[in-house]
């Protein structure tokens, strides 16, 4: 099992900053990848930035430039660094732990969603 705890959600005015903070907990070595989704009002969960075990990283296309991911240590916190944000940016932001215990058990975990709201 891993237990993930995101923080960092709030208001901010277009074109300001945020840093979102996942801290994982429990199995974190089973972990190979984790990521940053976000789902608006209405709208399906989507990607925004992910990050695997190896450091290679994948952002979407509307925030590629803006945000970035890291992490600090092996899985011990994932960051997302939101800058030069915009009103289309609010959502509630989930962090996401993708396991691997073997070929036929592939857990995900998900945070429990940190809301942030970007005002014009």
């Known amino acids: 099992q891993v237990q993930l705890v995101e923080s960092g959600g709030g208001f901010v005015q277009a074109g300001g900053s945020l840093r979102l903070s996942c801290a994982a907990s429990g199995n974190i070595n089973s972990i190979s990848a984790m990521g940053w989704y976000r789902q608006a009002p209405g709208e399906q969960r989507t990607a925004v930035a992910i990050?695997?075990?190896?450091?290679?990283?994948n952002y979407a296309g509307s925030v590629k430039g803006r945000f970035t991911i890291s992490r600090d240590g092996v899985w011990n916190t994932v960051y997302l660094q939101m800058n030069k944000m915009k009103p289309d940016d609010t959502a509630v932001y989930y962090c996401?732990?993708?396991?691997?215990?073997?070929?036929?058990?592939?857990?995900?975990?998900w945070g429990q969603g940190t809301q942030v709201t970007v005002t014009s």
């Open positions: 990050i695997t075990k190896d450091g290679r990283t």
């Open positions: 996401k732990a993708e396991a691997f215990n073997s070929d036929y058990d592939m857990p995900d975990y």
